[in-house]
């Protein structure tokens, strides 16, 4: 077990760096309840452009025309109220210079059973994760280097004294997070992506830096303005190391679906589906930490994530033999700083946020 699971307690703190996939996902856009006619319908109205919508505000209907019309107010017309729900544009945005901060806690269990023997691996780690923003091109593409400010980490397994390192104030780290401190204040890559969170470019900053991930690093957007309840999906494909030092890939999709918007805030309910048939339980076994579900806050005027709460509770048979068993728990958490919070050196964001509330209860699985 302990060899299955050796580079998940090193990579855990820096798992939010990214998993060197340069490939950019297809995201699809799912109807939603609302954009299905009835029989005997009126068709409906033809969709909003992206452009046609302000960002973190509902899409404005058009007025009546009228010859020397009284002065507008804030009232809706029949027009506006018959025009469809509200849409919002979700889009990322940075500035130069900006440096931005989130607070990652990552909690795991691990429970196995081989042939009678029983084991169970209790990690925790809390990171500090930076952006900082390099260049920003006319079209909105962001170019940040990604990097881990300072780690808090710990370990416990059956039978063992408990592990731990803290990079603010142990020198000398254990064996098994030594890569995880090597990695520490230093930048691991260079990306670029769009508004809409795709991955244009990645470039290592520093060699083979250990950096694996248990998503995408950052939120694929709809293409255009959506409405609450909208679905949309990112499907990619992961590969796993097999036997023999085969590589098999394995299709991925993601979809995400916007629950709700208030005072600016768009929650945002994830949910993972490995759509290639796995037939081979310790392949499966290799794949749990990439079926997560949660829920994300985005900030829609700041255009950026301001807390996340994914999660992970699976068990697999016949991993390790006929008689064999593990039970996989995580819980990952992501709460943005802001423009003081646990600040260095460097640039700092100024775009303000409203009071982040209580983290979102996890998605049913």
Known sequence: MCGLFAGLVATMAIAVAG?????????????????????????????????????????????????????QTNTPSRAAAES?????????????????????????????SIAGVSQTVDTY??????????????EGHATFENSVEQVEMRQKSSGRMERHYNSQTDKNPPP?????????????????????????KRQILKAKPR?????????????????VGHTWSLAFESELAGNGGTIKK??????????????????????SQVLTPIRDPAMEALLVQRESSGR???DIQAGWVIEEQMDIDKEVVGFAGNASTMHYRTRLTEKYLGPTEGAASGGEATASRPATQNSPAPAKR
């Open 211 to 227: 950096t694996e991930t248990q998503g995408q690093i950052t939120l694929p957007l709809p293409e255009e303005p959506v409405p």
């Open 125 to 138: 780690s809390k990171s500090i994760k930076v952006w900082r923003v390099t260049a920003v091109a006319p």
């Open 19 to 71: 998993d060197g996939n340069t490939d950019v996902p297809k995201v699809t856009a799912a109807p939603t309840q609302s954009q299905q006619a009835a029989p005997g319908a009126k068709p409906a109205p033809a969709p909003a452009r992206a452009s046609d919508a302000s960002p973190g505000k509902p899409e404005p209907s058009t007025p009546a025309s009228s010859a020397k019309s009284a002065p």
């Open 296 to 298: 994300i806050r985005f």
């Open 250 to 271: 394995v299709k991925i999709q993601q979809s995400f679906t916007l629950e709700s918007v208030e005072a600016g805030i768009a929650t945002i309910r994830v949910s």
């Open 84 to 112: 469809g729900p509200a849409k919002y544009t979700l889009r990322y945005k940075f500035q130069p210079g900006q440096t931005l901060r989130w607070e990652v806690i990552h909690r795991a269990r691990v429970e196995t």
């Open 176 to 200: 098994e997070f030594k890569d995880v401190a090597q990695s520490i204040g230093v930048p691991l890559w260079a990306i670029t992506l769009d508004p809409r969170g795709r991955i244009l």
